[in-house]
């Protein structure tokens, strides 16, 4: 099988790094999580910190038995997906794999492509700068919103409108605009109680 048809297919994906670490956001902050981050987005975020994944050419095609194989060093058996964007691919093969080796299986996606894969917990952050796929609202455990400027609490409402009543409801500031915006964030969550904060603790932390 060519390395392209099984991309396609999922057998192979576009790996820009692993790493075992403590998740910093969201409902799992806190956890020791191993991160499997694949290379390729078409989302755009303006203020996005990971801005070299998006070019999934860049990285090295790697088997999922491989990808596994580096998260079974690790003691923990949390596995985040993430990216760029991961919902660009076919995520059954991998998540079909993590769970025959045992492991919780979290995604974080913008949701801006159609819903594949298997998983435990899936954080939905949608962005602006590309609209999310409809396969993706009742898929979503968790909506967490970065905040970048004040009409993204009207942007995080529309959405939360159309996820499960269940759904973990999140504000995150943008943290290159934590000062300006984290007092208005807090006042909101308190004026609408659905919605909770969330922070980049691994930031905070100083750790990847």
């Not at 045992?102 to 949608?126: K, L, Q, R």
């Not at 993204?152 to 915006?181: I, M, T």
């Amino acid at each position: 099988m060519e390395k392209k048809e099984a991309v396609a297919k999922g057998m192979m994906l576009p790996l820009m790094e692993a790493f075992y670490t403590i998740q910093g956001e969201g409902t799992f902050s806190g956890h020791p999580a191993y991160f499997i981050r694949l290379g390729g987005c078409d989302v755009g975020c303006v203020w996005c910190d990971v801005k070299e994944s998006w070019e999934a050419g860049k990285w090295p095609v790697v088997t999922i038995e491989d990808i596994v194989a580096g998260a079974l060093v690790y003691p923990g058996r949390l596995v985040v997906i993430t990216g760029g964007e991961p919902l660009m691919y076919e995520l059954g093969p991998l998540t079909n794999l993590l769970k025959e080796n045992g492991f919780t299986i979290n995604m974080e996606t913008s949701g801006a492509h159609p819903y594949s894969g298997t998983f435990d917990w899936v954080c939905f952050s949608p962005k602006k700068f590309k609209k999310p796929h409809p396969s993706i609202y009742e898929k979503a455990d968790e909506l967490k919103v970065v905040v970048f400027h004040p009409s993204d609490f009207e942007f995080a409402e529309q959405h939360a409108a159309r996820v499960a009543p269940n759904c973990v409801k999140l504000l995150q500031p943008e943290w290159s605009k934590s000062s300006v915006l984290l007092e208005k964030i807090i006042t909101y969550a308190k004026n609408h109680p659905v919605w909770q904060i969330s922070l980049q603790t691994h930031k905070f932390m100083e750790i990847p």
